[in-house]
């Protein structure tokens, strides 16, 4: 089976833009959860997804949104940039209530 | 956010020694997972743990579910240098798929 996979892997933006990052989960696996870790913040959970649905949300501002189309891949977008945006943003699939498989991740830099 | 108390943050070791690391938290989890993380890339699955008192082995790798349900500890023996890295514990609390992160353990391999 294929892994989670995540595009793109790397990406620069400067403040102000928004961007967009996709996540495709591995076949079969209905729940997608998303992550941003820092050297500060460690992992911290943004949201997680399910049958196109936002289950659970993490303590993160409204400038992070998520979807989930019918097929399970998601997309999590991120507006009016900031510094402190920059990260590592991880994807990871679980079938439902089971053990989470993360993708490689894409590093985002906002200068 | 909530994260899992991890120790210790850091470790250098020779090559052939075993290892021990442990996460603890106020709050019972009814997952508790291992993860290890190389540069630039996302976690990857060693062991996951789904009941209190739980020993389970993979390969060089041996983790346990604390009775209690608030704590985890994983234990490599005979370490090589690949075993290089930052490995995490990572727990799931009943009806979420939010993931708790321990802060890292880095794990240093002299050859």
């Known amino acids: 089976k294929a892994g989670v996979t995540q595009t793109p892997r790397y990406l620069i933006k400067t403040r102000g833009q928004q961007v967009t990052l996709s996540c495709s989960p591995i076949?079969?696996?209905?729940?997608v959860s998303w992550y941003q870790q820092t050297p500060g913040q460690g992992l911290q959970f943004l949201f997680e997804?399910?049958?196109?649905?936002?289950?659970n949300k993490g303590n993160f501002p409204g400038r992070f949104s998520g979807r989930q189309f019918s097929n399970s891949r998601s997309e999590m977008n991120v507006s009016t940039l900031e510094l402190g945006d920059s990260a590592l943003y991880l994807c990871?699939?679980?079938?439902?209530?089971?053990?989470?498989?993360f993708g490689p991740g894409t590093r985002l830099l906002v200068l | 956010g909530q994260q899992l108390n991890q120790s210790p943050q850091s470790m250098f070791i020779q090559e052939g020694e075993d290892v021990s690391m442990n996460c603890t938290s106020s709050?019972?989890?009814?997952?508790w997972l291992w993860y290890k993380q190389d540069p630039g890339e996302g976690p990857v699955l060693l062991i996951a743990?789904?009941?209190?008192?739980e020993l389970t082995s993979n390969g060089r790798l041996t983790a346990q579910f604390g009775i209690t349900r608030k704590d985890s500890f994983l234990n490599i023996s005979a370490s090589i240098p690949s075993d290089v890295g930052i490995y995490f514990c990572?727990?799931?609390?009943?009806?979420?798929?939010?993931?708790?992160f321990g802060k890292g353990t880095k794990l240093t391999v002299n050859p």
């Open positions: 076949s079969g696996h209905r729940s």
């Open positions: 990871a699939s679980s079938f439902l209530g089971e053990t989470q498989y």
């Open positions: 743990l789904y009941k209190a008192g």
């Open positions: 997804y399910f049958s196109e649905t936002q289950r």
């Open positions: 990572a727990g799931l609390q009943g009806g979420s798929e939010k993931l708790v």
């Open positions: 709050s019972i989890f009814n997952t």
